[in-house]
């Protein structure tokens, strides 16, 4: 390879010198950037693959482009006179064609005009690593190696991949995970899911709804297990009405494709097995840091860097080394992730100008919500939308709680309008020395539109006093609200 320091603009970084440099082009590293910017400090961003990143291209982005024409014809199918007008099932090219335009073809061109032209930071292409204090090695498409320094921060955003099980067999079996799951225009016959987290149920969701025969393979005793109880109930429910075969408490011990041809067979450590044309693995995730240079700052290569609230790495003297999104293990979905860099960047900011940082909880520079207040919405039928600490976390973690439910098919004529023998539940989880809401969850059609009101709610500790005065409007799924504050006053 040839070093280089200095390079022109077109090709790479016309100086090797930046205020910032950024690793990782996804939507973290590019929020990260923009806060730089809009600060006037000068930044350098490396990516190895596309800019964009996992979300944009196999993750968030196709996941829902596909999952959103399911979904569609599940609440048609769920209005008198509107089911009539449904007389075939989902058309998998349409959806994949939709797909495709959602990530642009898999062209990053947009995107990197962002980056550079839209932002004036320089971007440079290929596997960044960490050389040193504030330094960074580039190792280029065309095997130059380019030498960046920084001169108030390096932030890491190179966020995670699928980690795979070490099961007999799993080469041959040629696995999908959530890349294959999100970009594949072949609808296989049979189709095992294994995992029962988002990725799984949503991946569930979506291959079923395409016309595949799904059967998901769980190894906890329920779906979703890191919510609240009932949501994976509700969610099993809707896979059985639609075709899903779930099995519970069970794991894969064993692959088998002979030749890496043909159908896949999955062994069961309860001894049952069974084929399906392809496996598609959604049983969590690992950090991309095997091969970012950790060690040349003391820090363990593979590991998921420890961070402040204000994404800072512990252990790092100077304190000009940060980690964003999925890398730092807080909270693996990008848009906290993004919060993330939004604080990080308001951070390195404070830093550069000589102020002292806001680091109290809910300051300025203090990434609270990443414990207290996370929103994910997951998209099964029926949707999933929580915030904050179900009622065993609040408990588990000291406080002195109370849960409301609400039957929104008995008790929301909003839900009722909506879909046709509505069901679904929500819950409220109340502080009960502050009277403020430590989470909420939600499960039914459409729900997922009502996450962000409530994490408004919990993350700007709204009493129960005050919500009483926000007025939903008759008749929506959102006078939900009503009923829940109405069961928490008696």
């Known amino acids: 390879m040839t070093e280089t320091a200095t390079t022109d603009t077109k090709n790479g970084p016309a100086q090797d010198t930046y205020d910032v440099i950024v690793l990782g082009a996804g939507p973290v590293g590019q929020v990260l950037t923009e806060r730089a910017r809009a600060a006037g400090l000068s930044v350098a961003v490396v990516e190895r693959e596309l800019v964009g990143g996992e979300c944009s291209y196999w993750g968030c982005v196709p996941s829902k482009a596909l999952l959103r024409p399911v979904l569609a014809v599940s609440d048609a199918q769920r209005v008198d006179g509107a089911?009539?007008?449904?007389?075939?099932?989902?058309?998998?090219?349409?959806?994949?064609?939709?797909?495709?335009?959602?990530?642009?073809?898999?062209?990053?061109?947009?995107?990197?005009?962002w980056v550079t032209s839209g932002q004036g930071a320089v971007l440079v292409r290929g596997h960044g690593r960490l050389d040193g204090p504030r330094r960074v090695s580039v190792a280029t498409p065309d095997d130059r190696i380019v030498r960046l320094s920084a001169r108030h921060a390096v932030v890491l955003a190179t966020g995670s991949s699928p980690a795979l099980p070490d099961l007999p067999g799993i080469a041959e079996a040629r696995p999908w995970t959530n890349r294959q799951g999100t970009d594949s225009?072949?609808?296989?016959?049979?189709?095992?899911?294994?995992?029962?987290?988002?990725?799984?149920?949503?991946?569930?969701?979506?291959?079923?709804?395409?016309?595949?025969t799904v059967t998901l393979v769980v190894r906890e005793s329920g779906l979703l297990p890191r919510m609240e109880p009932f949501v994976g109930e509700l969610v099993g429910q809707g896979f059985k009405e639609s075709g899903v075969e779930v099995?519970?408490?069970?794991?894969?011990?064993?692959?088998?494709?002979?030749?890496?041809?043909?159908?896949?067979?999955?062994?069961?450590?309860?001894?049952?097995?069974?084929?399906?044309?392809?496996?598609?693995?959604?049983?969590?995730?690992?950090?991309?840091?095997?091969?970012?240079?950790?060690?040349?700052?003391?820090?363990?290569?593979?590991?998921?860097?420890?961070?402040?609230?204000?994404?800072?790495?512990r252990g790092v003297a100077g304190g000009w080394l940060y980690a964003v999104g999925d890398l730092n293990h807080r909270a693996l979905l990008t848009h906290q992730g993004k919060y993330q860099s939004r604080i990080a960047g308001a951070a390195i900011a404070a830093q550069a100008a000589g102020r002292s940082l806001d680091d109290a909880p809910w300051g300025a520079h203090a990434?609270?919500?990443?414990?207290?207040?996370?929103?994910?919405?997951?998209?099964?039928?029926?949707?999933v939308g929580a915030v904050?600490?179900?009622?065993?976390?609040?408990?588990?973690?000291?406080?002195?709680?109370?849960?409301?439910?609400?039957?929104?098919?008995?008790?929301?004529?909003?839900?009722?309008?909506?879909?046709?023998?509505?069901?679904?539940?929500?819950?409220?989880?109340?502080?009960?020395?502050?009277?403020?809401?430590?989470?909420?969850?939600?499960?039914g059609p459409g729900v997922a539109e009502l996450l962000h009101s409530a994490t408004i709610a919990v993350a700007g500790q709204v009493p129960i006093g005050r919500l009483w005065h926000a007025v939903p409007c008759f008749p929506t799924i959102s006078e939900v609200w009503l009923r829940l504050l109405e069961a928490y006053r008696g």
């Not at 296989?188 to 979506?206: C, D, F, N, Y």
């Not at 990434?367 to 949707?383: L, W």
Request: proline residues 5%; charged residues 20%; aromatic residues 6%.
């Open 83 to 113: 089911r009539e007008a449904v007389t075939g099932q989902v058309a998998p090219g349409g959806v994949f064609g939709r797909r495709d335009r959602y990530v642009t073809d898999w062209d990053d061109s947009g995107q990197a005009d």
């Open 185 to 212: 225009s072949t609808v296989p016959g049979r189709l095992a899911v294994v995992g029962g987290g988002p990725v799984g149920v949503e991946m569930a969701t979506a291959w079923n709804g395409l016309g595949s």
């Open 247 to 313: 099995r519970l408490g069970v794991t894969v011990t064993e692959l088998s494709r002979p030749g890496g041809t043909g159908p896949v067979r999955l062994v069961l450590d309860d001894g049952s097995e069974f084929e399906a044309d392809e496996v598609l693995l959604a049983t969590g995730r690992k950090p991309n840091t095997g091969d970012l240079g950790l060690h040349t700052v003391g820090l363990t290569a593979g590991s998921w860097p420890d961070v402040d609230d204000s994404c800072r790495v």
């Open 367 to 383: 990434a609270t919500a990443d414990t207290a207040a996370v929103p994910q919405a997951v998209f099964t039928d029926p949707e």
């Open 388 to 443: 904050g600490l179900s009622a065993a976390q609040a408990q588990r973690a000291g406080h002195r709680v109370r849960a409301v439910d609400v039957d929104l098919g008995q008790q929301v004529v909003g839900a009722l309008l909506y879909a046709d023998g509505y069901q679904g539940r929500a819950r409220m989880v109340v502080d009960l020395d502050t009277e403020t809401l430590l989470g909420a969850t939600f499960v």
